[in-house]
């Protein structure tokens, strides 16, 4: 939106955060620096929302927001269900040696739909899911940015949920969606105001065609180039070009080439 909106709203007292802010299943840390907002959208986690977080030393726990997306019964639109009882449970351990730094977390879902009336549906299954992400600095001017995330359940946390959590099959039941996505980039400064980015990211999901039908995503994948320019310490000039492919299950696919520009003050 070209509003103002409020992305973080959080308070800290000690070892605590309680508030808005991004998913301790994300790695913000390891996101490339691009001129596209998300950066490596098809293969990176991006949430932000309500949480309590716990850190001591390496590690960190969450409760959070949870929510469950399912496709019906032999496809259809998207249905974003709140009937979660269970917040999303989230455990992290970040290793941060003099190279960078390697994380990993593991996220625990309760997936749930309920409704009532004539052939009324309760059903939740649980699902789990892992992400392993880091930065390899080389030296002072190069280095290289990772993730991999992977698990059942992991559709909405992934490349702003273009895949869902779970389908629903014949019995009213939910089946957790496998999917496994990730990004890999290398940075490079050329000079102290002049940098520039390399990336590629996808994502692929298991989806069960005689459950979802055939017009669901299969996986999509991009790749990316840029230059960042910082005349001032705080103000960034940048321009990216994109290509992206996105597949179907029916095999239908598109793709997309962007030329994308930023102009951005921070404070």
């Known amino acids: 939106t070209y509003g103002a909106t409020i992305r973080h709203a959080f308070v800290s007292w000690n ?72 917040p999303d449970l989230v455990a992290r351990y970040t290793y941060k040696p003099a190279w960078g730094h390697l994380t990993g977390a593991v996220m625990l879902r309760q997936l749930k739909h309920e409704t009532t009336g004539v052939n009324a549906i309760d059903d939740s299954q649980t699902a789990v899911a892992g992400s392993i992400s880091g930065r390899y600095n080389f030296d002072a001017n190069n280095d290289l940015r990772f993730a991999i995330n992977a698990g059942g359940g992991i559709g909405r946390y992934i490349a702003l949920g273009v895949a869902s959590d779970a389908v629903l099959d014949g019995s009213g039941e939910l089946d957790a969606i496998d999917g496994v996505a990730g990004f890999v980039g290398f940075h490079h400064n050329f000079s102290p105001k002049l ?22 995503t299969k996986g999509h994948y991009s790749v990316a180039a840029n230059l960042m320019y910082s005349p001032l310490p705080k103000l960034d000039l940048g321009a990216e070009l994109r290509y992206a492919e996105r597949e179907l299950e029916n095999d239908a696919d598109g793709s997309l080439t962007r030329l994308h520009f930023l102009a951005r003050y921070s404070f």
Request: charged residues 15%; without cysteine.
């Open 15 to 86: 070892q605590w955060t309680v508030g808005q802010t991004w998913s301790n299943f994300m790695d913000p840390a390891a996101l490339i620096d691009s001129v596209d907002f998300v950066g490596p959208t098809d293969g990176t986690v991006f949430v932000r929302q309500p949480q309590v977080r716990y850190t001591n030393g390496p590690w960190s726990f969450s409760l959070e927001n949870p929510e469950t997306t399912f496709v019906p019964f032999r496809g259809g639109a998207k249905v974003s269900s709140d009937d979660n009882s269970i």
């Open 195 to 216: 940098r520039g980015n390399l990336y590629y990211a996808a994502a692929q999901y298991d989806n069960d065609t005689a459950l979802t039908g055939t017009a669901v």
